[in-house]
């Protein structure tokens, strides 16, 4: 852990993370003590792997059909360098960036993930505790494990983003958003690119999506809205054609379901809750209105309509729709294409991310995401255009192997990291890194 006599909110938090962050690991060797997490993204990986259950870790590790994407987003990386430049005055390097109209100590932020109750029991409560510590914007998923006003309430001072998955149902939309800006997020992101759920061999080999199980909706059962849905459902008729076969699995999965049931049913005992048709009814009616197929750009008008808080649309990768966003007059946008989970052999992100940065000429930030792993990717996104950077499955590994404190070593290190890369390239702020900065293989 970062042991610093400056605030995480100060323009000057950061600076000197590197030093402070290798000064605090060493000495702490001394006394025989090693980092909570490993430091290498490589042995982060296989850590989680080796401490999470099977199912748990193929859902946050996987991607779409043979992971060509997922190996793709890696290896755009690999084709950019970054030039050393030596005997220049690096000693004070700031890190600080503008993001939607503050001031950021840093040009990262965290990308939403869901069902982090899979990784840890404190899931989504442990990541934005960790990050508000470091200052580092947290994008609450919508698929969380906990209600949006809890993780808040976790970290009050932290700074927050929302995550919305458009559903079939603008009643709820229209409500998530609102409790969003009651919760104090900065921003709506709206992502595009799940209006179908990608073809994830991992998962389907092993039968498994957690929200079947009841995980990874605490949005939907906290929102009135959703509930006055499920209401509905559970007091229709009822067919047979979705009875399941009884084995020890099922009796697991009801259980599961059960137990996520209690803000259904007023947090009744467990014995009620597996009477009750409500949690069942939950997964079913979730599973219906997640998503929308339908989705186009014309429906995104409505965004305004339900909300005043900036809104960026995540999941752009073709130049087009960036530049059609940018007309529809959203607030940013952000290159993604989901880490990979999405479509097999899509385009690498960081492929585009210079044609789409010079189409943006600067009118609106650009959140980059996929493939990042440490701090001299995040200074390569930088350097070809992103205005910040989103860090997704490596905070999920530390929260796994170390909950809080494994998610708070993870962005520290790769903040420290980024910190180093910048003052070995001879340069001293954030805002220096451009195409000079790297060669191209």
């Known amino acids: 852990m970062v042991t610093s006599s400056v605030a995480p909110d100060d323009p000057a938090a950061h600076r000197g993370i590197s030093r402070r962050t290798q000064s605090d690991i060493y000495r702490a060797g001394i006394s025989g003590t090693r980092p909570a997490v490993p430091v290498a993204p490589a042995a982060l990986e296989e850590a989680a792997r080796k401490t999470l259950s099977a199912e748990a870790f193929a859902y946050i590790a996987g991607g779409a059909g043979a992971e060509h994407t997922v190996t793709a987003n890696r290896a755009a990386f690999d084709r950019w360098q970054v030039w050393p430049r030596p005997l220049r005055d690096v000693s004070e390097r700031d890190l600080g960036v503008e993001f939607l109209g503050t001031r ?37 998923s919508n698929q969380a494990s906990l209600p949006m006003e809890h993780v808040a309430a976790a970290a009050p001072s932290g700074s927050r983003l929302f995550q919305l998955y458009w559903s079939s149902s603008d009643d709820l939309n229209r409500s998530l958003l609102a409790r969003a800006a009651a919760s104090g997020c ?14 994830r061999t991992r998962d389907l080999d092993l039968a498994y ?32 054609a979705s009875a399941v ?22 947090g009744g005992r ?94 609106v930030p650009i959140v980059f995401d996929s493939g990042v792993r440490g701090g001299a990717d ?17 905070y999920a590994y530390g929260l ?8 708070r070593e993870v962005v520290r290190n790769v903040l420290a990291e980024l910190d180093i890369t910048l003052g070995l390239a001879g340069l001293t702020a954030v805002a220096q890194l451009d195409r000079d900065a790297l060669r191209a293989v």
Do not use: C
Not at 108 to 128: F, K, S, Y
Not at 210 to 218: D, E, Q
Not at 257 to 263: F, L, M
């Open 209 to 240: 999506l957690p929200f079947t199980r009841g995980l990874g909706i605490a949005q939907y059962t906290s929102d009135p809205v959703f509930r006055e849905l499920v209401r509905q459902r559970a007091a229709a008729p009822k067919s047979d």
């Open 270 to 363: 467990l014995r009620d809750n597996l009477r009750s048709p409500l949690p069942r009814a939950a997964v079913e009616t979730f599973l219906d209105v997640f998503s929308t197929p339908a989705l186009t750009w014309d429906d995104l008008a409505k965004a305004r309509e339900w909300t005043t808080l900036p809104i960026i649309l995540k999941g752009i990768v073709h130049p087009d729709d960036a530049q059609r966003a940018l007309d529809a007059g959203v607030d940013g946008i952000w290159i993604s294409n989901h880490g990979g989970r999405q479509i097999d052999r899509s385009v690498p992100t960081l492929d585009v991310l210079p044609t789409i940065a010079e189409r943006m000429a600067g009118r």
């Open 186 to 199: 900065e921003a709506i992101v709206v992502t595009l690119d799940t209006h179908l759920l990608g073809w």
């Open 104 to 140: 950021r100590t840093s040009p990262l932020i965290l990308a939403p993930l869901g069902v982090m109750e899979l990784a840890h029991p404190d899931a989504d409560r442990a990541v934005a505790r960790a990050a508000a510590s470091l200052g580092v914007p947290y994008t609450l």
């Open 378 to 394: 995040v200074a390569i996104a930088l350097a070809l255009g992103a205005t910040v950077v989103a860090l997704g499955r490596p």
């Open 400 to 407: 796994g192997i170390a909950g809080e404190q494994g998610v």
């Open 245 to 266: 076969k009884v084995t020890p699995t099922a009796v697991a999965a009801a259980l599961s379901i059960a137990r996520k049931g209690a803000a259904l049913t007023e």
